[in-house]
């Protein structure tokens, strides 16, 4: 294989790519509506809060690694559907692990938030 030059272009291409990628998560995965709404609310709540930069830090990493997730669960979701169109046990099986690795971050990021989030709104209330 031959080793191609730097090319800008192709960079701002693959940078296109990506945002393309984005728009279909947006437009055909109805979970990842739903993770807009909850970073949409998690952002307006850090600022409401004015929480410190290390806890927004985490707040980001959370949001990042349940978005790639939930991105990486599309992608495999739809090359099974391409490669197997009829019913078969090991591309369930490798749907449903995508599906859990998004469940498992939504969970632990939930968790975060609340041990982030928690204590500044009972400090409200009491």
């Known amino acids: 294989m031959k080793n191609q030059q730097f090319s800008l272009l192709d960079r701002i291409k693959s940078f296109a790519y990506a945002f393309n990628g984005f728009k279909i998560l947006l437009i055909e995965e109805h979970n990842a509506r739903i993770h807009v709404a909850a970073t949409i609310v998690t952002i307006v709540a850090g600022i409401y809060f004015d929480i410190a930069a290390i806890e ?50 939504a969970i632990v990021s939930v968790v975060i938030a609340m041990f982030i989030f928690v204590p500044k709104i009972m400090a409200i209330w009491f």
């Open 56 to 105: 927004w830090m985490i707040i980001l990493l959370c949001i990042g690694a349940v978005f790639a997730l939930e991105i990486i669960n599309s992608a495999i979701e739809n090359l099974a559907d391409l490669v197997c169109q009829e019913k078969n046990d090991f591309v369930k099986k490798a749907k449903d692990l995508a599906a859990a690795a998004v469940l498992t971050a």
